[in-house]
C-alpha cells in the first residue's frame, strides 16, 4: 500500500472554519491509524463516496464518507469483499488524496440535526 502523504495537522478544524472536525476526529482516533496514514476515497457503483483504503488482497476497509463527517469518530470502519466495485475517486491536482469537500466543514449542510 501508498501511503497518501496527507498532513493531518493541516487540515485540524483550528486552522479555519472551513475543515470538518468530525474527518479530524475520525482520522486522529488510535484505532485509525491506517486509515489516517493510507486512506483514500473511493466511490462504488451506485456513486456513494466511502473512505478507507484496500489490503493486498483487495478488500477494502472503511467507511461511508458522508457518515464520517456527520458522526466522526463514532462511526465504525468495515471491511468489503472486492466484488463491491470500489474505484479510486480521480485526484485533481494530486496535492491532497482527500477531496476538498471530504475537508469542508459539513455542519450547516447536510449534518445539521
Same mark, same amino acid.
Given at each position: ?14 486552522? @479555519? ?5 468530525? =474527518?479530524?476526529?475520525? /482520522?486522529?482516533?488510535? %484505532? &485509525?491509524?491506517? *486509515? ?21 488482497? @483487495? ?5 461511508? =464518507?458522508?457518515?464520517? /463527517?456527520?458522526?466522526? %469518530? &463514532?462511526?465504525? *470502519? ?36
Amino acid at each position: 500500500m501508498q501511503t497518501n502523504n496527507l498532513d493531518i495537522k493541516a487540515i485540524s478544524p483550528k486552522n @479555519g472554519d472551513k475543515y470538518s472536525p468530525n =474527518l479530524y476526529k475520525f /482520522l486522529t482516533s488510535s %484505532r &485509525r491509524e491506517i *486509515t489516517a496514514m493510507y486512506g483514500q476515497v473511493y466511490r462504488d457503483k451506485q456513486g456513494i463516496l466511502w473512505l478507507g483504503h484496500r489490503d493486498e488482497d @483487495g478488500w477494502f476497509m472503511g467507511a461511508r =464518507l458522508i457518515a464520517v /463527517l456527520c458522526q466522526g %469518530r &463514532r462511526v465504525g *470502519t468495515f471491511a468489503h469483499p472486492p466484488l463491491m466495485g470500489m474505484a479510486l475517486r480521480s485526484r485533481g491536482s494530486g496535492r491532497d488524496t482527500l477531496p476538498r469537500a471530504a475537508v469542508r466543514s459539513t455542519r450547516h449542510t447536510i449534518c445539521t440535526s
